[in-house]
């Protein structure tokens, strides 16, 4: 391992290590012993310093960063205090402790901690060990502080970045159960038909000749693998966004011919009256108008429930020829203040008249209550 490998593994771990911490000590001990000789200290003295001279160094191997950077500071500030000295281990593990405690986010205690070197600096003629202590310590606590804040910012936007993809993988699987919906109950009632004409076609037309009835049979047979294939991709669209039995539900798509019974479960669940009032001529639509239409009003029945319990509500289908209106009321008192323009009801709505080409709106009545109006376009049934 390079020096400067080991010397970022002595910073970043939570102890540290006893290799080190035992070259710290053997060094600051004979560092302070030698001075105190050389200076010619009585014994006592000299166990003294070595005693603190140790104390400047071990504790980084047995405790944690903020405990460890507390003793190790205080032993240093009482060393340049009361003997004006400062071993260059003692130093190196002053360092070392403060930018650990900067790594673990402690700003305010390295900051605290580092702030007598320069009090001393002032207070004293200096010698170099203290103003090398005084330029560096504060700058190794904040340098372990700028790591801990840059890993924190990576965590918070991964963090980030992982919220963002889940909101759009729902939004995606949202779509594709949307789109899967649409192709369902437009396309798959169109392949349908397509088998149902072609078998008829071959069991009611007298005289037709083997080969003919033979390439109907085929079309029926084409049309039905088909509607199969179809279904199974649209399950694979479906699936992550659908509870299975619903991805299961193969029953024909509603029409308006079923807003009798729609009308008939509202008024047997919330007991409210609930009309439907047919204007015009009736005429067959294209079947995704009548689907769009009957999404509609179930929509609007169900908003009046909601919205206003024990409503009453009119449907009125008005047939002209070019298109199909809508008119979906209820006397309920109304929303409060302006009407409502959001929620994903009234969003589902727009989205489906928009789908075949209508449009609709939404608001009060003159006389309060909620009103929804749809103009579809009246297409011939394929």
């Known amino acids: ?83 004006h000295s400062l071993t260059a281990a003692g130093l190196a593990a002053q360092l070392i402790v ?21 009090v001393l600096a002032l207070v004293r003629d200096a010698d170099a060990v203290t103003v090398l202590a005084a330029s560096s310590a504060l700058a190794a606590g904040w340098i372990g502080i700028a790591r801990w804040a840059r890993g924190e910012a990576l965590v ?6 992982a919220v963002a993809g889940s909101l759009l993988e729902h939004t995606a699987r949202g779509e594709r159960a949307r789109i899967a919906r649409e192709l369902h109950d437009v396309v798959a009632h169109h392949i349908s038909m397509i088998a149902v004409q072609a078998e008829t076609a071959r069991l009611t037309t007298p005289g037709m000749p083997a080969a003919g009835a033979q390439r109907l049979s085929e079309i029926g047979d084409t049309a ?56 015009g001529t009736p005429a067959a639509l294209d079947p995704g108008v009548e689907l769009a239409a009957y999404r509609i009003v179930q929509e609007a029945l169900t908003n009046a429930r909601r919205h206003a ?35 994903h009801g009234l969003t589902g709505m727009r ?19 909620f009103l929804v109006e749809a103009s579809l376009p009246a297409g011939a049934a394929g």
Not at 238 to 252: G, I, K, Q, S
């Open 98 to 118: 403060l930018y650990r405690l900067g790594r673990v986010g402690g700003q305010v205690l390295a900051t605290c901690l580092a702030a007598p070197y320069p």
């Open 156 to 161: 918070h936007r991964a963090a980030r970045q």
């Open 309 to 343: 319990p024990g409503a009453a509500v009119d449907v009125e289908l008005h047939y002209t020829e070019e298109a199909l209106r809508l008119r979906i009321r209820d006397n309920g008192p109304g929303p409060r203040g302006a009407a409502p323009s959001g929620g």
């Open 224 to 279: 039905r693998a088909g509607l199969t294939e179809m279904r199974r991709l649209l399950g694979v669209l479906r699936e992550d966004a659908l509870a299975p039995e619903e991805v299961a539900d193969r029953r024909p798509q509603p029409g308006l011919q079923q807003l009798t019974e729609l009308l008939d479960d509202v008024r047997d669940t919330s007991g409210a009256g609930a009309r439907l009032i047919v204007s």
């Open 1 to 83: 391992m390079s020096e400067e490998g080991w010397a970022r593994r002595v910073a970043d771990s939570p102890h540290v290590p006893g290799a080190a911490v035992v070259l710290l000590g053997a060094g600051a001990v004979g560092e302070s012993v030698a001075r105190a000789v050389t200076g010619g200290a009585d014994p006592q003295l000299v166990l003294v310093l070595g005693v603190l001279a140790l104390a400047t160094t071990a504790p980084a191997a047995f405790l944690r960063p903020k405990p460890a950077a507390v003793a190790v500071s205080a032993a240093s500030v009482l060393s340049l205090g009361l003997f």
């Open 351 to 369: 989205e489906r008249a928009a789908a075949v080409g209508g449009r609709l709106r939404t608001g009060t009545t003159e006389v309060g209550g």
